[in-house]
């Protein structure tokens, strides 16, 4: 069976995922145990503590225009319909419906310029913005526009820098509003990958959701650095997601609220194994709930590895069908998007807590060898 462990406060527990029930066991002189009820409680709670959110149409056009709420209209109109232009037209009904209502809480003005008066540095874990879907607001942190600001300072070209980062993190928050919807009659929330409240493990997906929103955030402004982002390992996760089922998958059940059930789908017509599919999106969970708190773990590294089997599976069917230059497009940029322990040296002071992801690059080299045009010449010259 496939587990995955981490170290709590010294303790060791193991995890298993299985028919949406997900176990954890602790580790004691070598036998499984079950929690006592104190220890399952510590870690109910931690891996529910990041719940929630506080967090060129005619249509679009004419129902901004008739919001009063938002200043600076300009400026938001175009990260609006680069929103509009990404998402399916069947699934544009969240962002129409939000968009009525929607205030935006920011005190950047169009051709603000940063200054040097008074702003602290920008710390890693500064909150950015937050979307509240409870009363559709986007705020965008006082304390982040300050720091950005000081950051910018010393760039080449100050304003440009401070404009690109300001339009990520606005990009950011209004992905998860054209992504929400709120029923207010239920108190039921439908955003990105997740369900809230949480009723069934399936519903737990924050990691995937807010992987993906900075994904497309950084498609969506070039030239913002990936290993800035508070979100490193979830944004790499789901670049290595695109790669074995395709953005088309993703983004179909992102801005269609279908939680992670067409993710599984894609990834069982490689392996036909729903559970070993469904526990990849627990672990990313967990993953993304624990990564504060653990003194190592393997839950990451299990991850990478899960991925690199359908990615095996994925190069072997395309290469059954002579698809070679598809091959040759899908490596490098894997191997670029693969976490190792070289990356989680630049990103983290925690990077010790993350064991295992040297057999991740080990595993990616023998796929690679084994598909890569470039060391398969001969065979292709043959075929």
């Known amino acids: ?15 298993t995922y299985k028919d949406d029930n997900l176990k954890i066991l602790k580790l004691e002189n070598n036998n499984l145990q079950e929690l006592t009820p104190s220890e399952n409680e510590k870690i109910t709670k931690l891996l529910n503590r990041k719940t929630g959110y506080k967090s060129n149409s005619e249509l679009l056009t004419r129902l901004l225009t008739e919001n009063n709420n938002i200043e600076s209209k300009e400026d938001y109109s175009t990260v609006l319909n680069w929103i509009e232009r990404i998402i399916r037209e069947e699934h544009r009904q969240n962002l129409y419906t939000n968009i009525k209502t929607l205030v935006i809480k920011s005190n ?15 710390k890693d874990d500064i909150i950015t913005g937050v979307y509240d879907y409870t009363n559709n607001t986007i705020t965008i942190s006082e304390e982040f526009i300050s720091s950005l600001r000081q950051r910018a300072l010393k760039q080449d070209d100050p304003s440009s820098y401070f404009a690109k980062y300001f339009s990520k993190t606005m990009l950011h928050e209004s992905l998860h509003m054209a992504s929400s919807k709120y029923d207010k009659s239920t108190g039921i929330l439908l955003n990105g990958f997740e369900t809230y409240p949480y009723k069934e493990n399936k519903d737990r997906n924050k990691g995937l959701t807010e992987g993906y929103t900075e994904f497309i955030a950084m498609c969506g402004v070039p030239g ?23 953005t088309d998958t993703l983004s179909d059940a992102y801005f269609g609220n279908k939680g992670t059930a067409p993710l599984e789908e894609k990834l069982c017509k490689l392996i036909n194994d729903k559970d070993k599919a469904a526990w990849i999106f627990r672990k990313i969970e967990m993953n993304f709930q624990l990564k504060d708190n653990c003194e190592e773990q393997y839950i990451l590294s299990s991850i990478q590895y899960n991925l690199l089997e359908y990615l095996e599976k994925k190069l072997e069917m395309l290469s059954s069908v002579g ?53 398969n010449e001969t065979t292709y010259k043959h075929i």
């Open 1 to 15: 069976m496939d587990t995955v462990s981490f170290v709590i406060d010294g303790i060791k527990y193991i995890a």
């Open 108 to 122: 950047v003005k169009r051709n603000d310029e940063p200054t040097t008066e008074g702003y602290p540095e920008l």
């Open 224 to 246: 913002t650095v990936e290993l800035a982002s508070g979100y490193f390992i979830e944004t790499r996760i789901i670049a290595q997601l695109t790669q074995i089922i395709g």
């Open 323 to 375: 698809a070679y230059d598809e091959i040759d497009r899908i490596l490098p940029y894997y191997e670029s998007m693969l976490i190792t322990p070289e990356t989680l040296k630049i990103i983290s002071e925690n990077k010790n807590i993350y064991k295992g992801t040297d057999k991740n690059t080990i595993k990616f080299q023998e796929i690679k060898s084994k598909y890569s045009k470039k060391n």
